[in-house]
């Protein structure tokens, strides 16, 4: 198996645009974040707060019709579209043309947000972050995998990961598992943990920010809306990923002088995405 390469401030300035003082809403994208089911709406409020907390122009989640209030008193900067159904997603349409899609946050299994995920995975061609019970339905219907876009970023936590390749017995085959399932469908697979890896095809990237901090309810919904608002930037998808990873990890190394282990929540994260760019450029 090949060395990784280390995510560093070094590996992260390579990739960082910094914005055009001439920019507007319009040019810095528009992202669609696809989640929720009854009493999982918080994933779709983290993950889309985190993603205008990134530097896109515009979020919309599309979300189960429960959602509405929540996510309009929540984060009032977010637009809401829902589905027809009350308590989860059966049917994905939305008129407005994103830059990018992120989906799974919240999401739930039932058979017929199976059968929108299928649809949409069909007839999609918009970079996309797959997460979450978007990642269980795949792993339940294996015969899909076919259907996702080459580059699409999959940020799987290890349960997740195991699901999608089946069960290893060391470090190693882990790897080396990961590997063949992203050359074999051309996709980046985040193999979120501690350390966070990237994997695109051969090529093995490992994150140096963040910490125990990090093992709280959210954080994941938080990175997926992270890397989904810098795909919606006009990164390129392993860079969005890189960059994505990186100042995630970093908010939670910012943060633990003031919150401990333990008091960090996902919030946090999203409160210090702020701090993390500033720190990247200082
Ligand atoms: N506030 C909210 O609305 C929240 C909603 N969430 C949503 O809840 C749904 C279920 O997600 P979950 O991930 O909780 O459930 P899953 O059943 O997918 O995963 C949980 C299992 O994975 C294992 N696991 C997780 N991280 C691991 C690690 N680093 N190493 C080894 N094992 C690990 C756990 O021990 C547990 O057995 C998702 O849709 C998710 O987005 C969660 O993100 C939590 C917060
Ligand atoms: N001990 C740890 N050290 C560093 N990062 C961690 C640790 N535990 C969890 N994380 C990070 O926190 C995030 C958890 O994601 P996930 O398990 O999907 O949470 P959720 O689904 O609740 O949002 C991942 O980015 C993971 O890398
Ligand atoms: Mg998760």
New binding site residues.
């Given amino acids: 198996m090949m060395n990784p390469i280390y995510i560093d401030q070094k590996e992260v300035l390579k990739r960082y645009k910094q914005p055009d003082p001439h920019t507007h809403k319009g040019i810095q994208g528009h992202a669609i974040i696809i989640g929720g089911s009854y009493g999982k709406m918080g ?1 779709v409020c983290l993950s889309s707060k985190a993603c205008l907390k990134t530097g896109c122009g515009l979020v919309t989640v599309f979300i189960p019709k429960c959602g509405y209030d929540i996510l309009q008193i929540a984060i009032p900067e977010v637009m809401v579209v829902t589905d027809k159904d009350e308590k989860f997603i059966s049917n994905i349409t939305f008129d407005i043309k994103p830059q990018a899609i992120g989906i799974g ?1 919240g999401l739930g299994l039932e058979i017929e947000t199976q059968q929108a995920v299928y649809k949409l995975l069909k007839t999609n061609k918009i970079p996309l972050v797959i ?2 019970d978007a990642l269980n339905i795949l792993s339940k219907n294996k015969e899909w995998f076919p259907l996702v876009q080459p580059k699409t970023i999959l ?1 799987p ?1 290890p349960k997740e990961l195991e699901r999608l390749i089946g069960k290893w017995t060391s470090e190693e085959e882990k790897l080396e598992k990961t590997v063949a399932f992203s050359k074999q469908y051309h996709l980046i697979i985040v193999m ?5 890896r990237i994997i695109d095809g051969d090529t093995i990237y490992e994150n140096t920010t ?3 901090a ?2 709280t ?7 997926t809306g992270m890397i989904t608002s810098l795909l919606t930037q006009s990164y390129e998808p392993i860079n969005a990923a890189i960059l994505g990873v990186y100042l ?2 970093l908010t ?1 190394d910012i943060a633990l002088p003031e919150t401990g282990y333990q008091s960090f929540i ?1 919030s946090d994260v999203i409160a210090n995405i702020g701090k993390a760019f500033l720190s990247i450029t200082a």
């Fill in positions: 994933a946050p997460d979450a940020t936590h979120k943990g501690a350390p966070t963040g910490n125990a990090l093992a309810a959210g954080t994941g919904d938080v990175l995630h990890g939670a996902a």
